[in-house]
């Protein structure tokens, strides 16, 4: 059964970059078809798509957030990650944010269970 | 591409039939999804392809249309169905996935 488990700081200061890890077991990152990515949802609010990779390095970002985001895999050692970068946070950047599969970058069929970053000084 | 779900919030009684509606602004073929969120949970897919039932969901939940209109239905509800539900779509040029602003459901 697939898992996804994010991980990373809770809290994140102004300007600075909020780097997250989803770990994936019980499948390979490398399955030809699916795409690896993020998705957040602000406290109380909608859900924004943010971004997804396949393992051979196609890469789709949302226009809004392109110039901020690095979303990038690691399959080192058998131990498949997934990892976000976003550059020069602000509170606007609060959120819950998901790990996801992504099916031929369509829908989202496994998701993480999701953690809160809270970007304040 | 915008997709516009209504109501914004749908009451019922166990039993009884719910419709959910998702617009989009332009044509998305079928690539329209459907989730399930509850409190505190990561969504669940339910639907993809417009259509098409995704793995271990009841059959009594089924999507219809392409285009730009399309219907989520939860042929006889369940206590369980109360949860917020998301439509999703994918657009080409450049390729962006979004999601509707969601509908509550209240049994």
């Known amino acids: 059964q697939l898992q996804l488990q994010e991980s990373g700081p809770g809290l994140v200061k102004p300007s600075e970059t909020l780097s997250l890890t989803c770990a994936v077991s019980?499948?390979?990152?490398?399955?030809?078809?699916?795409?690896w990515g993020w998705i957040r949802q602000p406290p109380g609010k909608g859900l924004e798509w943010i971004g997804s990779r396949y393992y051979s390095g196609s890469t789709y970002y949302n226009p809004s957030l392109k110039s901020r985001v690095t979303i990038s895999l690691d399959t080192s050692k058998n131990q498949f990650s997934v990892r976000l970068n976003l550059r020069s946070v602000t509170a606007a950047d609060t959120a819950v944010y998901y790990c996801a599969r992504t099916a031929g970058v369509v829908f989202f069929d496994y998701w993480g269970q999701g953690t809160l970053v809270t970007v304040s000084s | 591409i915008v997709l516009t779900q209504s109501p914004a919030t749908l009451s019922l009684s166990p039993g009884e039939r719910a419709t959910l509606s998702c617009r989009a602004s332009?044509?998305?073929?079928?690539?329209l999804a459907w989730y399930q969120q509850k409190p505190g949970q990561a969504p669940r897919l339910l639907i993809h392809?417009?259509?098409n039932r995704a793995t271990g969901i009841p059959a009594r939940f089924s999507g219809s249309g392409s285009g730009t209109d399309f219907t989520l239905t939860i042929s006889s509800l369940a206590p369980e169905d109360s949860a917020v539900y998301y439509c999703?779509?994918?657009?080409?040029?450049?390729?962006?996935?979004?999601f509707g602003g969601g509908t509550k459901v209240v049994i």
């Open positions: 019980g499948d390979s990152i490398s399955k030809t078809g699916y795409y």
């Open positions: 999703q779509q994918r657009s080409n040029w450049p390729v962006t996935l979004t």
């Open positions: 332009q044509s998305v073929s079928n690539f």
């Open positions: 392809d417009a259509s």
